[in-house]
């Protein structure tokens, strides 16, 4: 039901990161119409003053844009969302080796587990 | 709102007293009609030995009606006082005191309906006394109309003050004992903790100083109608209503205004 | 502009009891605003001096800039903690009370929530189990279009499920004219749809930040918060 949120952050942040997350993910498409703030809240089960914050960090980054009379669209821009998606990319792959390197693997173990792994 | 504060108030009494009127309504006949059964002649025949045990019930059946008639009329002041009390002072007060209607009309809607339910009340127990009365035989309906030539033939108006001084003196007096509930109710419920037990001290206070100030009264009139000279019997009861009557209405004012305010300003449920 | 809701310097004793002590805040519309504390900290006092079951010892409260009235009881919806309907009462006739005194009960919403819930209309309250009965009340209260709606511990004694339901209904309810007041002590529930947060604390005012605020500026939860502040 609620969107699954951690207690140490605030709620808005976590709620950019989620609507980011199904921009790169595809399940929003450019130039879809999002939910009404109202809608969107209820579903994540949060304040919809929360939401609103949520929505204006995104319009910020061009994400979003509103037009006044229809509503809350996904950007056309996809070069905007291939870069995000490259640099969320990039935070889990850094991620991942920080990880993998903490358990002493070498570069060379660590391609030859990908490569394993991709097929 | 007060419209709708009486109807609603109407229907949460009515659904018990009317029931417990119907319920004594019902018990009349019944009562009245093995009474009647068991004095008969037919009942003779079961006499073994001396003892009939259909005889020995009709005494019952007397004091089960006694009773009836009695509970009717108080069970209805009761169950209306303890309507007052969980109403106004329980949880369900939270519901009364948050409604968008002035404080008065609260008390004024409760207290026109218990005092409509009192009278009903004791009108029915006299239908159900004339009733129980007219099935064993104590009258029949020709005496009505020889009842109503006798009215005829008094001078009503040599017994109009003395009848209206007595209605004032019930109506007033009913008056003023349902506000007293409420003033009681508004000051005790403050007892922390034990609201019904502040209720009920407070009323005795009430009572109390309600009767110091008919004796004073009392002895007062007394006095004064002692100086001027005196009068017959019945003068001497109607102008002893008189004090009655004006300390109930002034009384009944206090306990209006006390309740008023205390519920208004000094609610604590 | 005058706030929804506005106490200034607010205490009530009783005896010798101080229940709320020099309390002062304003709350502006739109709000869902958390009234935390553990239990006897003054929030039950406060929410019934907002909604003029108690009257101030000292200080006063405002709604919409006046004193608890005739007028601020038809904008305040309360839902207290406990049992307040009439018992013999079906849901039919505590529909018909409601729409009776309350101008801005809104029936058809009334209805359509008993019905999602399967609540037959003539189902009386001495009838029904602890759990409907709540959310009767419930249900009772959030179709009133008021102002400010002062919820007293709506979700504690209650299942998970129905708590989820009670929190929905509450977001489903708000709107940007009204602002909505809830008291509890079961915080992790309720965190994500707060705006603000009030902590009381031995009847003072505590802490009075919104949920943001405190998170970034404290790094932890409101819950962990009122763990910390309130630790035995």
Redesign the interface.
């Known amino acids: 039901m609620s969107w699954e949120l951690t207690s140490d952050r605030p709620i808005y942040i976590q709620l950019v990161e989620h609507i980011k997350f199904d921009i790169i993910s595809g399940r929003y498409k450019p130039g879809d119409k999002i939910e009404p703030v109202r809608e969107l809240a209820i579903k994540a089960s949060v304040n919809p003053n929360t939401m609103q914050k949520a929505m204006a960090v995104l319009e910020q980054s061009g994400l979003i844009y509103s037009n006044r009379t229809s509503g809350r669209f996904i950007t056309d821009d996809e070069e905007l969302i291939t870069a995000l998606k490259a640099s969320i990319a990039e935070a889990y792959c850094r991620d991942f080796i920080t990880k993998i390197r903490q358990i002493g693997y070498s570069n060379d173990e660590i391609r030859d587990n990908l490569n394993n792994y991709l097929i | ?1 007060l419209g ?1 504060l009486f ?2 108030e109407f229907r ?1 009494t009515g ?1 018990y007293i009317v029931t417990l009127l119907v319920l004594l309504i019902v018990v009349t006949p019944l009562t009245a009609l093995y009474l009647k059964f068991s004095t008969s002649d037919v009942i003779d025949k079961f006499t073994i030995n001396n003892f009939n045990i259909f005889k020995i019930f009709s005494v019952l059946s007397v004091l089960v009606y006694v009773a009836a008639l009695i509970s009717a009329v108080t069970a209805t002041t009761i169950l209306l006082i303890y309507n007052i009390y969980k ?1 106004m002072v329980t ?5 009364t ?6 404080t008065s009309y609260i008390i004024i809607s409760k207290g026109v309906v218990m005092f409509v339910w009192k009278v009903l009340s004791v009108i029915v127990a006299f239908i159900s006394l004339m009733i129980f009365t007219y099935i064993l035989g104590v009258w029949h309906f020709d005496d009505i109309a020889a009842f109503i030539k006798e009215l005829m033939k008094l001078n009503l108006s040599d017994y109009m003050p003395s009848m209206i001084l007595l209605a004032a003196t019930l109506i007033f007096g009913t008056i003023q004992k349902i506000l007293m509930y409420f003033a009681s109710f508004a000051v005790g419920h403050r007892m ?1 903790g034990h609201p019904f037990l502040g209720s009920v001290i407070a009323y005795i206070i009430g009572s109390f100083i309600l009767s110091i100030i008919s004796a004073i009264a009392n002895t007062i009139t007394n006095f004064a109608f002692i100086y001027t000279g005196s009068y017959g019997l019945t003068d001497t009861i109607d102008i002893m209503m008189i004090p009655a009557i004006i300390i109930s209405i002034v009384s009944g004012v206090v306990f209006y205004i006390i309740s008023v305010y205390m519920f208004k ?5 | 502009m005058t706030p929804l809701l506005e106490c200034r310097t607010l205490t009530k004793k009783y005896g010798n009891t101080l229940a709320l002590n020099n309390v002062s805040f304003t709350l502006e519309r739109g709000r869902i605003v958390g009234l935390l504390g553990p239990n006897a900290s003054g929030k039950t006092t406060l929410i019934k001096l907002i909604n003029g079951l108690l009257t101030p010892t000292s200080g006063e409260v405002l709604i919409n800039g006046m004193r608890p009235g005739i007028e601020s009881k038809l904008s305040v919806a309360y839902l207290p903690d406990t049992m307040f309907l009439n018992d013999w009462m079906n849901v039919k006739q505590l529909i018909n009370y409601y729409s009776d005194f309350y101008s801005n009960f809104d029936v058809d919403k009334a209805y359509d929530m008993l019905k999602r819930l399967n609540i037959d209309e003539k189902m009386r309250v001495k009838a029904m189990s602890k759990g409907t009965k709540e959310k009767v009340q419930l249900i009772l209260t959030m179709s009133r279009n008021a102002d400010l709606y002062c919820l007293d511990e709506p979700i504690g004694g209650v299942d998970p499920a129905s708590r989820d339901y009670i929190l929905s209904t509450i977001l489903n309810n708000y709107n940007e004219n009204g602002s909505i007041l809830i008291s509890t002590h079961l915080i992790s529930d309720v965190e994500q749809i707060l705006d603000d947060v009030l902590m009381i604390r031995f009847g003072c005012l505590y802490i009075h930040k919104t949920v943001d605020e405190i998170r970034e500026e404290k790094h932890m939860s409101v819950d962990e918060l009122f763990r910390e502040v309130f630790r035995c």
Do not use: A, D, E
């Not at chain 2, 949880?91 to 519901?95: I, T």
């Not at chain 2, 300003?265 to 449920?269: C, G, S």
């Open positions: 709102m709708k109807k609603h949460t659904r109403s949880s369900q007060g939270y519901l005191h948050t409604l968008p209607v002035p922390n300003n000094k609610l604590n449920i």
